[in-house]
């Protein structure tokens, strides 16, 4: 049993799957199974990265093909770039679950009739303002499943900047469809009572920044460490303005530390803050209930590996 302080801020990387501990026992990563049994067994947020397909669906995928994940990896539809893919590609292909790739609609659903808690973290993939649009576009169409996206995430700033602008105006949007609404109610001509129908209030999905703190690999990665984090504020504002809700901190040793501590604790004031790690980075109650508790971040992301249940870090 884990602390709720701590439970509340576990984001469980392609739901109820762990790469560390190999042991095939868990569901197949970024699978329907996966997200369902993560969230049946109480944890509350999972990760999923999105990719858009040639006709316009969005599906659940890490990688660029699914030649990893295929049962049949030799077959010419599992080495396609998802963005090649239709939906008639996807049903005909079996990953080894025995199950197609999951839609993210159909994993939102599933979110919806689970309840409580359930909800998603959705990645976006930098380069692709194509799957925001049609992000937006879903939401517009399903608006009782927005509330099941907790954050959308991406390393492209530009992306998550037009995001939450477009997210702003699908709120405005929605706010004027459901104007609360004067209704007259008579019991006689001569006593006619007026009360307002108030419409949904719909929580927005909370737009965050990725980072990492080693020098980066790709042109659109931002860097920042613990040892200075003045460049996140100028990151998350538009025309000076804050704009984006938070930032998302890849994982240091020095979060550890005194003087990591108070940095990220000044952050967690402004902004939400999560924290992301590698391979090989500590991944432990420990470290999680730090994170939390001493540092005040939002998020921390886990694969809730067979030991995370350790006391010290």
């Known amino acids: ?43 509350h947020l999972c990760e999923c990265d ?17 030649s990893r994940l295929a049962l049949d990896p030799s077959k010419s539809s599992s080495k396609k770039k ?23 609609l159909d994993v939102l659903r599933s979110a919806e009739a689970i309840g409580g808690s359930a909800r998603l973290v959705i990645e976006i993939k930098p380069g692709n303002p194509e799957t925001c649009t049609v992000l937006i576009r879903m939401f517009r169409q399903h608006p009782e499943l927005i509330e099941r996206c907790a954050i959308i995430m991406s390393f492209d700033a530009y992306a998550m900047h037009k995001m939450k602008s477009e997210l702003n105006e699908l709120s405005c949007t929605l706010t004027a469809e459901h104007q609360p609404a004067t209704i007259q109610r008579s019991d006689s001509p001569d006593d006619v009572q007026s009360f307002e129908c108030e419409g949904p209030q719909i929580k927005m999905p909370d737009i965050l920044l990725l980072t990492v703190a080693q020098k980066p690999e790709f042109h659109y990665e931002l860097t920042v460490g613990v040892a200075d984090l ?20 890849q994982f240091e040793q020095e979060m550890l530390q005194p003087d990591g501590m108070v940095a990220l604790r000044e952050l967690s004031k402004q902004y939400k803050v999560g924290v992301w790690a590698h391979f090989g980075d500590p991944d432990n109650i420990a470290t999680a209930s730090h994170l939390v508790r001493e540092c005040g971040v939002s998020f921390v992301n886990t694969d809730l590996q067979r030991n995370f249940y350790i006391k010290t870090y």
């Open 82 to 104: 998802v963005s090649d893919l239709t939906m008639k590609d996807l049903i005909s292909m079996s990953l080894k679950s025995g199950s197609r790739p999951p839609l993210l």
């Open 230 to 249: 003045t460049p996140v504020h100028s990151w998350l504002q538009h025309e000076g303005k804050p704009s984006l809700d938070g930032v998302y901190l």
């Open 50 to 66: 999105i990719s858009l397909t040639k006709d316009e669906k969005l599906v659940l995928a890490h990688d660029e093909d699914f």
């Open 1 to 43: 049993t884990y602390p709720d302080i701590v439970v509340l801020t576990f984001c469980v990387f392609t739901g109820y799957h762990c790469p560390r501990d190999n042991s095939g026992k868990r569901p197949l990563e970024n699978s329907l199974s996966a997200f369902e049994t993560a969230w049946s067994a109480g944890i």
